[in-house]
C-alpha cells in the first residue's frame, strides 16, 4: 500500500487474487519470489489476462511441467522475461555472433558475480529473496537461470550439462554462493560458466573461442574485443613479424609471431532500458500477436531442465571430508 500510495497509482492491490478478479487489466507481470510465481499466474491467465513471468519459471521443474498444461490451454500470451534478450550490450553480442566472424565456434566461457550486500543496499540482504532457500534463492535461479538461457539463445540447445554448487565465502544466507557448471550444445559447442554472490567489484564477461580467434566481451568496459588470426598471425620471416609497431608473442623464440592485442570496439550499455525493451516487445505481443522470440513456457522449462539434468549439488569441504 505505501508502495502505490509513493508512485501516486489511481488503483492498487494487496491480494492477486482480488486484482485478477477485479482490476480489468488485460496484462500483468508476475515479479514476485521465484517460489510463488505459479499461483498469482493461474489466478492472472484463469481471468482472461496475459502474463509477463520473471525469470525463473518456478523453483520446481515438475511444478513447471504442471502449470505447463495450464498455460497451453489458455490462447493468452505467456512470456518469460529472459531479459538479457532484450539489453543492448547482449544484442550486439548476439548479432556479431550471427555474422560468424571467426568462423566455427568451438567454446565459451562466462564469468561473472556480484556481491550480495550491494545487490540492494538499503536493505538487509539476509531477507533479500535471493539469500532463502525457501524463496527460492541462490546463486543457481537467481543469476545462472540468465545465463543458461544466453547460452541456449547464443549456441544453441544443450545436450549435456554438468556443475556443482558451493558455499565458499561467509554471507548469511542459507543458500549456495557460488555456481560452476560446464555444458555442452547439440551444435557441439562447449561452455564454461562460474557465478557467484561473492565479487566485490561486480564482473560480468563473455569470451568466444573459435576457429579464427576469439571474441570478448567486457560488460564493465564497454567493450567487444576481437582477435583475428588471419590478421594478426605472422610467419616467422614477415617481416610484421619484427615490426616494433606491434606488440607480438611468440610460443618458441624463433617461431610464428602474434600480435597480441585485439581490435576493441565500443559496446553501449543497457540500465533500465533492457526491461522497458522487454515490457515493449510483450506488449506488442498483446496488442498485435507475432512471434515470441522463442520466449514462451518452454524457454522457461528448458532452463529448469537444465539445473535438473546438471547434477548439480551442494560441493562444501565438510561434504567432501566425510
Not at 540492494?120 to 543469476?143: F, I, M, P, Q, W
Request: charged residues 25%; proline residues 4%; aromatic residues 10%.
Amino acid at each position: 500500500m505505501e508502495f502505490g500510495k509513493s508512485i501516486g497509482v489511481s488503483k492498487y492491490f494487496t491480494n492477486f487474487e482480488k486484482a485478477a478478479k477485479t482490476s480489468g487489466a488485460d496484462a500483468a507481470v508476475v515479479a514476485t519470489p521465484s517460489n510463488a510465481h505459479i499461483e498469482p499466474a493461474c489466478a492472472l491467465l484463469s481471468k482472461g489476462i496475459h502474463v509477463l513471468m520473471e525469470k525463473p519459471l518456478c523453483a520446481s521443474l515438475s511444478e513447471a511441467l504442471a502449470f505447463r498444461s495450464v498455460v497451453k490451454k489458455t490462447n493468452l500470451v505467456f512470456m518469460m522475461a529472459h531479459t538479457y534478450r532484450f539489453r543492448s550490450e547482449w544484442v550486439a553480442v548476439k548479432n556479431m555472433l550471427d555474422g560468424k566472424p571467426l568462423g566455427k565456434v568451438y567454446s565459451a566461457e562466462f564469468t561473472g558475480g556480484w556481491y550480495l550486500p550491494d545487490w540492494h543496499v538499503r536493505e538487509d540482504y539476509r531477507h533479500e529473496y535471493a539469500a532463502k532457500k525457501r524463496l527460492g534463492g541462490g546463486v543457481l535461479l537467481t543469476s545462472l537461470s540468465h545465463l543458461l538461457d544466453v547460452a541456449v539463445w547464443l549456441f544453441g540447445d544443450i545436450k549435456k550439462i554438468r556443475g556443482a554448487k558451493m558455499r565458499l565465502g561467509d554471507l548469511e544466507i542459507d543458500v549456495e554462493d557460488a555456481v560452476m557448471c560446464t555444458l555442452q550444445t547439440a551444435s557441439g559447442v562447449a561452455v564454461n560458466i562460474l557465478e557467484d554472490f561473492l565479487h566485490r567489484c561486480p564482473r560480468r564477461q563473455l569470451r568466444i573461442n573459435a576457429e579464427h580467434g576469439y571474441l570478448e566481451a567486457d560488460f564493465n568496459r564497454k567493450t567487444m574485443s576481437i582477435w583475428d588470426e588471419r590478421k594478426k598471425r605472422f610467419h616467422p620471416d614477415d617481416p610484421e613479424a619484427n615490426s616494433p609497431s606491434r606488440s607480438c608473442l611468440r610460443i618458441l623464440e624463433d617461431g610464428v609471431a602474434y600480435e597480441a592485442n585485439p581490435d576493441v570496439i565500443p559496446i553501449s550499455y543497457s540500465g533500465n532500458d533492457g526491461y522497458m525493451n522487454e515490457l515493449k516487445y510483450f506488449m506488442d505481443i498483446v496488442t498485435s500477436p507475432k512471434q515470441l522470440l522463442d520466449l514462451d513456457i518452454d524457454a522457461g522449462i528448458r532452463v529448469l531442465e537444465a539445473i535438473n539434468a546438471s547434477g548439480i549439488d551442494d560441493w562444501t569441504l565438510e561434504k567432501k571430508r566425510h
